[in-house]
């Protein structure tokens, strides 16, 4: 088993940062992706960006430019860096993990962003 846990959201002004950390934690697992997803009120669950094991990232168009993804293999940690936010960036973020065993995907608590004056 996985466990995902994200740290790092809170309350900004537009045009601020923030920076969204997860770390994963457990026994008998390797990650071949790792991501962030985010999810407003009344709204599906979407991808904002991902990380391949090999280190390919891949955004959502409306984040290109302003977030950006790292990861660390060793120590099965990923990164969200949240520059120039919007308000329309307001939404819990999720870690997500993928593995090629069974249950194959995890999930962490969520975080809150709020992008707010």
């Known amino acids: 088993q996985v466990q995902l846990v994200e740290s790092g959201g809170g309350l900004v002004q537009p045009g601020g940062s923030l920076r969204l950390s997860c770390a994963a934690s457990g026994s008998g697992f390797i990650i071949y992706v790792m991501g962030w997803y985010r999810q407003a009120p009344g709204k599906q669950r979407d991808l904002v960006a991902t990380?391949?094991?090999?280190?390919?990232?891949n955004y959502v168009d409306s984040v290109k430019g302003r977030f950006t993804i790292s990861g660390d293999n060793a120590k099965n940690t990923v990164s969200l860096q949240m520059n120039s936010l919007k308000p329309e960036d307001t939404a819990v973020y999720y870690c997500?993990?993928?593995?090629?065993?069974?249950?194959?995907?995890?999930w962490g608590q969520g975080t809150q962003v709020t992008v707010s004056s």
């Open positions: 997500n993990a993928k593995t090629r065993r069974a249950p194959y995907n995890y």
């Open positions: 990380i391949t094991r090999g280190g390919t990232t």
